[in-house]
């Protein structure tokens, strides 16, 4: 009998960590929730994702009789997934990415507010390295992530090079390629790497498409079709919201960090979500925002992307007017 | 070598090995991106006790669950199949099917379906660890002195009673060298199935500082999971000593 | 017990089968110790087992006490000893001995208590100790010990003192007729010693090499204590040898 109880003992600490593990999910949020907000990425301070947590922390939602529920996609494409069949009521998406998941494999996914009028994808070179003009990537190597995007073959013919002038090289999320010389030229978002580089004591050259003349697009609100049709009158409600955070944040962009790092932990460097959110915010305004209020999105700026995408990636064709719409915006007035 | 001179020269060599690794960042000014060093590690983990101790109280909660959960079903399915031998085949192709199945694909689709809870953690952690206890439990059972099993049929005991006083102990041996296996792989999977997508534990925190670039935080988490999985394995140890008290352990 | 053996025969299934005992006929009285000799692989273990209930046998029947082997099991009648002491590492050496009653038993009188048992082949101050502690001569008095604990009226051993040493089986052959003498229970005792067989037994069966057959049954009047040295054992053991001698060509002393 002694041998089992033993056994028993290692039993009963067990279960006994089953039970206490409950009271250990969702630290951060209410039980009972109308709506699921699951951000794009981890916690960080890109624009939209801000904008949602200030809302939150400042009682913005509650003021609106909304309950969110704030998650996070571990970055593999869950939460475009989540919210296609309905499980997530909002999340981000990087515009680009938007239009090609809709043109394929045809995900029934829409955009309310357009928080990044302009892209935040850029290439960066160290100084020392002395490629101070996109003519001088000639004869480099050249990183990309993912796959190798369309803007970069439209910076390339911008600049007046060939494919095959450069040496392309698949790399994932590692700035440490470019300060340790694995690359000569790697593919930034204007926001995050440099800050971090730099921190590191490297002087950046960076490039940025926009400049050349390659339309980009940032950071979206996007929801599904079927929400946008059965639920408007919660997304106006969470857009004003998640809008008023964002110009919270820019008003007072210390309080927003703080807040940014509650979601973000430990890990993170504050410094560096500061500039995220400061990179971040130049793009926030343009042309279209001026007289309709931030997140206005145009067909225009959609056409523009969807034809270049389509040029250099042979996207199938897609009706840009089903992948964005100012109703929501409207309604959030 | 006895057993307390080898330990003494494991933990000098884990010293000697810490030394050479702080030596070598500091005097190859290696920045802390690249390789922390031990010290500034350590001072990592001292700073944020609270944060690395939730996570470990999460990671280890979901390893043990999953655990105990794995060695359950490899443990009833090898009773089971003790008491009904022509099942044996179709149940442990059945079984090699689940774990041939790689864990990388499995663990999103369950957070998908799951959510970002322990629950999807539990499962995976489970379908980890229960396959080599079925497979050892099952050895176990059929091991048995064949002498002994002469006594027990001469007194013509029937199978339940075979079962207990007999198949039950001879197993015991082999649920140990099993759990020594499923233990480790416990704490791994659920670090693994973390970073699919979670809320807290020591896989998100591993992840979010990867992703900020900040190995101190991680390596921290590392050695963490390291500690942890050692103390594991060295109650196990404590525990079977206890228990299965008349079989010399086949390994430390 | 009486035991009645008729036209007893076993094969073991296999390509092809293998016949391990041809027709074996025999007539045991109660409290007769008989010893089975015969050379490797004769098949003196099979039949053994046969009449332990450990196997069904091919063709013919066995009778104990004028009943099939199975019931006679059931009561707890029949005690079984093999080389191997076949006692429970996990249990103490008391809960061992104390086995024996564990499994329900039909019978109205069980038989010593388990310390009483042990007193008897001078373990009982190792009642609490494991059978790891142990020396082999040691753990098969406790697997005797267990036997004194069933009351039973039947022992089958089968070669229970071949693993252990030339001194220790000298003294466990005397103390088992020690402990057997009180209680008289019909003994099969299979062995390939023919010194010990005839030092043990009123009867020797003797078995030719499979399919095993009875060529030989041996009274052996002597009295005991049976001395080595005196003329009678010593030409016993000259047939003995002779017989097996003509039926295999290993015989062990």
Same mark, same amino acid.
């Given at each position: 009998?002694?041998?089992?109880?033993?056994?028993?003992?290692?039993?009963?600490?067990?279960?006994?960590?089953?039970?206490?593990?409950?009271?250990?999910?969702?630290?951060?949020?209410?039980?009972?929730?109308?709506?699921?907000?699951?951000?794009?990425?981890?916690?960080?301070?890109?624009?939209?994702?801000?904008?949602?947590?200030?809302?939150?922390?400042?009682?913005?939602?509650?003021?609106?009789?909304?309950?969110?529920?704030?998650?996070?996609?571990?970055?593999?494409?869950?939460?475009?997934?989540?919210?296609?069949?309905?499980?997530?009521?909002?999340?981000?998406?990087?515009?680009?990415?938007?239009?090609?998941?809709?043109?394929?494999?045809?995900?029934?996914?829409?955009?309310?507010?357009?928080?990044?009028?302009?892209?935040?994808?850029?290439?960066?070179?160290?100084?020392?390295?002395?490629?101070?003009?996109?003519?001088?990537?000639?004869?480099?190597?050249?990183?990309?992530?993912?796959?190798?995007?369309?803007?970069?073959?439209?910076?390339?013919?911008?600049?007046?090079?060939?494919?095959?002038?450069?040496?392309?090289?698949?790399?994932?999320?590692?700035?440490?390629?470019?300060?340790?010389?694995?690359?000569?030229?790697?593919?930034?978002?204007?926001?995050?790497?440099?800050?971090?580089?730099?921190?590191?004591?490297?002087?950046?050259?960076?490039?940025?498409?926009?400049?050349?003349?390659?339309?980009?697009?940032?950071?979206?609100?996007?929801?599904?079709?079927?929400?946008?049709?059965?639920?408007?009158?919660?997304?106006?409600?969470?857009?004003?919201?998640?809008?008023?955070?964002?110009?919270?944040?820019?008003?007072?962009?210390?309080?927003?960090?703080?807040?940014?790092?509650?979601?973000?932990?430990?890990?993170?460097?504050?410094?560096?979500?500061?500039?995220?959110?400061?990179?971040?915010?130049?793009?926030?305004?343009?042309?279209?925002?001026?007289?309709?209020?931030?997140?206005?999105?145009?067909?225009?700026?959609?056409?523009?992307?969807?034809?270049?995408?389509?040029?250099?990636?042979?996207?199938?064709?897609?009706?840009?007017?089903?992948?964005?719409?100012?109703?929501?915006?409207?309604?959030?007035? | 070598?006895?057993?307390?001179?080898?330990?003494?020269?494991?933990?000098?060599?884990?010293?000697?090995?810490?030394?050479?690794?702080?030596?070598?960042?500091?005097?190859?000014?290696?920045?802390?991106?690249?390789?922390?060093?031990?010290?500034?590690?350590?001072?990592?983990?001292?700073?944020?006790?609270?944060?690395?101790?939730?996570?470990?109280?999460?990671?280890?909660?979901?390893?043990?669950?999953? =655990?105990?959960? @794995? &060695? +359950?079903?490899?443990?009833?399915?090898?009773?089971? %199949? !003790?008491? $009904? *031998?022509? /099942?044996? #085949?179709?149940?442990?192709?059945?079984?090699?099917?689940?774990?041939?199945?790689?864990?990388?694909?499995?663990?999103?689709?369950?957070?998908?379906? =799951?959510?970002? @809870? &322990? +629950?999807?953690?539990?499962?995976?952690?489970?379908? %980890? !660890?229960? $396959? *080599?206890? /079925?497979? #050892?439990?099952?050895?176990?059972?059929?091991?048995?002195?064949?002498?002994?099993?002469?006594?027990?049929?001469?007194?013509?005991?029937?199978?339940?009673?075979?079962?207990?006083? +007999?198949?039950?102990?001879?197993?015991?041996?082999? %649920?140990?060298?099993?759990?020594?296996?499923?233990?480790?792989?416990?704490?791994?999977?659920?670090?693994?199935?973390?970073?699919?997508?979670?809320?807290?534990?020591?896989?998100?925190?591993?992840?979010?500082?990867?992703?900020? +670039?900040?190995?101190?935080?991680?390596?921290?988490?590392?050695?963490?999971?390291?500690?942890?999985?050692?103390?594991?394995?060295?109650?196990?140890?404590?525990?079977?000593?206890?228990?299965?008290?008349?079989?010399?352990?086949?390994?430390? | 017990?009486?035991?009645?053996?008729?036209?007893?025969?076993?094969?073991?299934?296999?390509?092809?089968?293998?016949?391990?005992?041809?027709?074996?006929?025999?007539?045991?009285?109660?409290?007769?110790?008989?010893?089975?000799?015969?050379?490797?692989?004769?098949?003196?273990?099979?039949?053994?087992?046969?009449?332990?209930?450990?196997?069904?046998?091919?063709?013919?029947?066995?009778?104990?006490?004028?009943?099939?082997?199975?019931?006679?099991?059931?009561?707890?009648?029949?005690?079984?000893?093999?080389?191997?002491?076949?006692?429970?590492?996990?249990?103490?050496?008391?809960?061992?001995?104390?086995?024996?009653?564990?499994?329900?038993?039909?019978?109205?009188?069980?038989?010593?208590?388990?310390?009483?048992?042990?007193?008897?082949?001078?373990?009982?101050?190792?009642?609490?100790?494991?059978?790891?502690?142990?020396?082999?001569?040691?753990?098969?008095?406790?697997?005797?010990?267990?036997?004194?604990?069933?009351?039973?009226?039947?022992?089958?051993?089968?070669?229970?003192?071949?693993?252990?040493?030339?001194?220790?089986?000298?003294?466990?052959?005397?103390?088992?007729?020690?402990?057997?003498?009180?209680?008289?229970?019909?003994?099969?005792?299979?062995?390939?010693?023919?010194?010990?067989?005839?030092?043990?037994?009123?009867?020797?069966?003797?078995?030719?090499?499979?399919?095993?057959?009875?060529?030989?049954?041996?009274?052996?009047?002597?009295?005991?204590?049976?001395?080595?040295?005196?003329?009678?054992?010593?030409?016993?053991?000259?047939?003995?040898?002779?017989?097996?001698?003509?039926?295999?060509?290993?015989?062990?002393?």
């Amino acid at each position: 009998m002694r041998r089992y109880i033993s056994l028993l003992i290692l039993l009963m600490m067990i279960l006994s960590s089953c039970k206490t593990l409950d009271s250990f999910e969702n630290p951060l949020n209410a039980d009972i929730h109308e709506l699921t907000f699951m951000a794009g990425y981890k916690p960080q301070a890109n624009l939209p994702f801000v904008g949602v947590y200030v809302a939150q922390e400042k009682g913005f939602f509650k003021e609106e009789g909304l309950s969110v529920l704030i998650e996070h996609s571990p970055g593999s494409g869950e939460h475009l997934q989540l919210t296609a069949t309905g499980k997530v009521q909002v999340t981000t998406q990087d515009a680009a990415i938007l239009l090609k998941r809709r043109a394929d494999p045809g995900l029934p996914l829409v955009s309310i507010a357009l928080i990044g009028q302009k892209g935040q994808q850029a290439y960066a070179a160290l100084k020392t390295s002395g490629i101070s003009t996109i003519q001088d990537w000639k004869g480099h190597t050249i990183g990309y992530k993912g796959t190798p995007p369309p803007d970069l073959f439209a910076l390339l013919s911008a600049a007046g090079l060939k494919e095959s002038d450069v040496d392309l090289v698949n790399v994932g999320f590692d700035p440490r390629l470019l300060t340790e010389g694995k690359v000569d030229v790697y593919p930034v978002y204007k926001s995050n790497e440099p800050y971090l580089v730099r921190s590191w004591g490297y002087e950046l050259e960076i490039w940025d498409a926009a400049d050349y003349g390659v339309p980009t697009l940032g950071l979206a609100y996007v929801t599904s079709d079927e929400t946008l049709r059965t639920q408007p009158q919660q997304l106006a409600r969470f857009l004003r919201a998640a809008l008023r955070g964002i110009q919270y944040a820019a008003d007072h962009p210390e309080e927003a960090v703080e807040i940014v790092i509650q979601y973000a932990g430990p890990e993170t460097n504050p410094d560096h979500m500061r500039f995220m959110l400061e990179t971040e915010l130049v793009d926030l305004r343009s042309e279209s925002t001026a007289g309709n209020g931030i997140g206005w999105q145009t067909e225009e700026q959609w056409r523009a992307l969807a034809d270049m995408l389509q040029e250099y990636e042979a996207m199938p064709l897609v009706d840009v007017q089903q992948v964005f719409t100012n109703e929501i915006l409207k309604a959030a007035r | 070598m006895n057993n307390r001179h080898s330990e003494i020269a494991a933990w000098v060599m884990i010293l000697v090995f810490l030394a050479l690794w702080e030596l070598g960042v500091r005097m190859l000014q290696i920045p802390p991106y690249l390789l922390p060093a031990p010290s500034v590690v350590l001072q990592t983990l001292i700073a944020n006790p609270a944060v690395y101790a939730r996570a470990t109280f999460i990671t280890v909660g979901e390893a043990l669950t999953g =655990l105990f959960l @794995g &060695v +359950l079903a490899g443990a009833v399915l090898a009773a089971f %199949l !003790t008491l $009904f *031998p022509g /099942l044996e #085949n179709g149940v442990m192709t059945l079984a090699i099917l689940v774990k041939s199945t790689p864990l990388v694909a499995v663990a999103p689709l369950l957070t998908l379906w =799951l959510g970002f @809870g &322990v +629950l999807p953690k539990i499962i995976i952690t489970g379908l %980890l !660890t229960f $396959f *080599p206890v /079925l497979v #050892n439990i099952l050895s176990g059972l059929h091991q048995i002195d064949p002498a002994l099993m002469d006594l027990f049929q001469s007194w013509r005991a029937n199978r339940w009673d075979i079962f207990w006083h +007999l198949r039950l102990p001879s197993a015991l041996p082999y %649920l140990f060298a099993a759990l020594k296996i499923s233990a480790p792989l416990a704490l791994i999977g659920a670090v693994v199935a973390e970073w699919t997508g979670a809320s807290g534990g020591l896989g998100k925190t591993m992840w979010m500082a990867y992703t900020n +670039l900040n190995l101190p935080f991680l390596f921290a988490a590392i050695l963490i999971l390291a500690v942890i999985g050692a103390f594991l394995y060295r109650f196990l140890v404590w525990i079977e000593k206890r228990t299965v008290f008349w079989v010399q352990p086949l390994q430390e | 017990m009486e035991i009645e053996i008729n036209n007893l025969q076993h094969s073991f299934p296999g390509k092809p089968e293998r016949e391990a005992l041809a027709e074996i006929n025999c007539q045991i009285k109660p409290g007769q110790f008989v010893a089975i000799v015969g050379p490797s692989g004769c098949g003196k273990s099979t039949f053994l087992r046969l009449i332990a209930n450990l196997l069904e046998p091919s063709g013919g029947e066995i009778l104990l006490d004028g009943k099939a082997p199975v019931e006679i099991a059931a009561q707890r009648r029949i005690a079984w000893m093999s080389q191997s002491p076949a006692l429970l590492p996990w249990l103490t050496v008391g809960e061992n001995v104390a086995l024996a009653q564990r499994f329900r038993p039909q019978v109205s009188q069980p038989g010593l208590s388990a310390e009483e048992a042990l007193r008897r082949v001078g373990l009982r101050d190792d009642l609490n100790a494991y059978p790891s502690m142990l020396s082999g001569g040691m753990q098969q008095r406790l697997a005797l010990a267990r036997i004194l604990t069933m009351d039973a009226d039947l022992w089958l051993m089968d070669e229970p003192f071949s693993a252990l040493d030339e001194l220790t089986r000298e003294r466990l052959t005397i103390e088992l007729l020690e402990l057997w003498r009180p209680l008289q229970p019909t003994v099969l005792w299979v062995t390939h010693h023919i010194y010990e067989a005839i030092r043990l037994a009123d009867r020797i069966l003797v078995m030719s090499p499979a399919p095993g057959r009875l060529v030989g049954d041996i009274q052996v009047n002597l009295p005991y204590p049976r001395n080595e040295p005196a003329p009678a054992f010593q030409s016993l053991l000259l047939d003995l040898r002779a017989m097996l001698g003509q039926v295999s060509k290993q015989i062990a002393l």
